[in-house]
């Protein structure tokens, strides 16, 4: 017999493995690693802002990471900074402001934990739902954007020549990414979900002889390491999320091994 929370968490996990290491390999070939961890650390406000007006904070952390993503490409834009100087500011300034907001929030509020560290074996049924929604939302997304997105992540001075609107795609690219790492802050946590995005990419490029084939790599990466880590997880009574980060770590370690 299948218990019903062990179900939800292998439907959580193959979701969240698969939009995770899909946009991952975008997210590396644009150099944008620090990006995607920016965007996880950013959500701890949004969730805290969740606890205390007693919203669900993956709602909240939804809002308040896509709108803080949304002001990063225009400040980079009229800013001399670099883009990593200024996410860099961006995300221990939002980290500062989750924990202070914490600081109001009255009473014990286990759920805490399981956005900071994850606890994909505590999905409820409505988390469910509501992954479910921004999954579906994701991939549609995903399928209207990805041409453009591929020419850009190789060459954006071209896909500007091309006709393609670089600016209105890096906005679409950033509340993509933002709907994908809110997705899986359930599962491995706000502190680890970044591994996610960028390992399975990582270990597909190592392998991989051309695009078509670093997605599918990517994609089994991905998938494989979250199911493996759950599995693992409930059954040695380990944390699940750094379960299935360290498995998508090892895979990582085999495919430089390959690459030699």
Known sequence: ?????????????????????????FVILRKMAFFSHAIAHIALTGVAIGFLVNVNPLASALGFSVVVGMLIPPLIEKSRLSVDTIIGILLPSSMAIGVILLGFVKGYKPDLLSYLFGDILAVSSKDLYIILGLAVFSIVLMYFIFNETTIMSFDEDWAKVS?????????LFVLLLSLIVIISIKIVGIILVSALVIIPGAAAINIAKNLRE???????????????GIIASYF?????GPSIVLTISIIFILTLRRRK
């Open 1 to 25: 017999m299948i218990y019903g929370f062990f179900l939800r968490a292998i439907v959580v996990g193959v979701i969240s493995g698969f939009l995770c290491a899909f946009i991952g390999v």
């Open 163 to 171: 006709g393609i609107r670089v600016k209105y795609l890096n906005y």
């Open 214 to 228: 670093m997605f599918i790599y990517s994609i089994l990466i991905g998938v494989l390491g979250e199911l493996v």
């Open 236 to 240: 040695l009574n380990i944390p699940t």
